[in-house]
């Protein structure tokens, strides 16, 4: 939600809350007024990039498999894209 603040959203919200008890959570959102224009457009493009690839980017650093291999795909396809990769344990190690 901060990233897209910046990166052309019209509005963004932190709330707390989210349908499980006040407290609980944190939940963010953000809207974007798209009128056409080619500005939104850009702002969309900047926006939906770094929102899509946030998301990835946390569930590669969960060690999810398909999402190591999403964010890596997107680092060849954005060279200013660098996201932190996570480092996979040797199971073997742990025995």
């Known amino acids: 939600v901060i990233g897209d603040s910046f990166r052309g959203a019209t509005w963004v919200s932190i709330h707390n809350g989210g349908g499980v008890g006040w ?16 500005e939104a457009e850009r702002r969309l493009k900047s926006m939906l990039f770094w929102d899509v690839n946030n998301g990835i980017a946390r569930r590669s650093w969960a060690r999810n498999d398909e999402a190591i291999f999403a964010i890596k795909r997107a680092m060849d396809e954005n060279p200013d894209l660098k996201v932190t990769l996570p480092n996979i344990v040797d199971e073997n190690l742990l025995k």
């Open 23 to 38: 407290g609980e959570v944190i939940n963010g959102g953000f809207g974007m007024v798209l009128d056409g224009s080619k």
